[in-house]
């Protein structure tokens, strides 16, 4: 079980906006750069979104992210087909002894 | 071309070892760590550890530690992530990853292990 929890699914309509939320808690989003993860059908996850706002080379503008005490934000617009895929959360965890970098449980993106 | 080759699928029996591995090549291996990420059978990511080539400096989930053993050759630039018995609870796609600015910037293609008696 993730100590980082996102709405298990979302939708919208093709050139719509749609957010995704990844609530935790001090001991991670509240002190550690927050990053997200796009994992489309059958494929291996791919960087979208680190130090909480900022996009790798290559990543359009329609993905953006933000962040506010222990939560984060990702938002899409202008929303594709293409779109359609499987968003994770992700961040490092000082709650047990040991650091560990923990996802969120995943949100399913469907473009209507 | 900054890329992770990973080695390919496996199918064993319960109780057999396995070794999987992941190749570095377009940048310098030794200076950034990699992790392996567990994804289960339509569930989601789980970050099993991590590794620094440099020095085989290894930090383990809790969730994972005495389970699986990571390690790497630098020499050759490759990661491994291995298990000296294998559970049917261990079918699952297997990712490794390097990490950069706080987060996991290059993804292996994944390595599916099935185990089945």
């Known amino acids: 079980q993730s100590v980082l929890t996102q709405p298990p699914s979302v939708s919208a309509a093709p050139g719509q906006k749609v957010t995704i939320s990844c609530s935790g808690s001090?001991?991670?989003?509240?002190?550690?750069?927050v990053s997200w993860y796009q994992q489309l059908p059958g494929t291996a996850p791919k960087l979208l979104i680190y130090?909480?706002?900022k996009r790798p080379s290559g990543i359009p503008d329609r993905f953006s992210g933000s962040k506010s005490g222990t939560s984060a934000t990702l938002g899409i617009t202008g929303l594709q087909t293409g779109d359609e895929a499987d968003y994770y959360c992700?961040?490092?965890?000082?709650?047990?002894?040991?650091?560990?970098?923990?996802f969120g449980t995943g949100t399913k993106v469907t473009v209507l | 071309e900054v890329q992770l080759v990973q080695s390919g699928a496996e199918v064993k029996k319960p109780g057999e070892s396995l070794k999987i591995s992941c190749k570095g090549s377009?940048?310098?291996?030794?200076?950034?760590?990699i992790g392996w990420v567990r994804q289960m059978p339509g569930k989601g990511l789980e970050w099993m550890g991590i590794?620094?080539?440099?020095?085989?400096?290894?930090r383990y989930s809790p969730s994972f530690q005495g389970q699986v053993t990571i390690s790497a050759d630098k020499s050759i630039s490759t990661a491994y992530l291995q298990w000296s018995s294998l559970k049917a609870s261990d079918t699952a796609m297997y990712y490794c990853?390097?990490?950069?600015?706080?987060?996991?910037?290059?993804w292996g293609q994944g390595t599916m292990v099935t185990v089945s008696s």
């Open positions: 990853a390097s990490l950069g600015a706080d987060a996991f910037d290059i």
């Open positions: 377009g940048y310098s291996f030794t200076s950034y760590w």
């Open positions: 992700g961040t490092w965890d000082s709650s047990l002894s040991a650091g560990r970098y923990v």
């Open positions: 130090d909480n706002n």
């Open positions: 001090s001991s991670n989003i509240g002190n550690n750069y």
């Open positions: 590794i620094y080539p440099g020095d085989s400096d290894t």
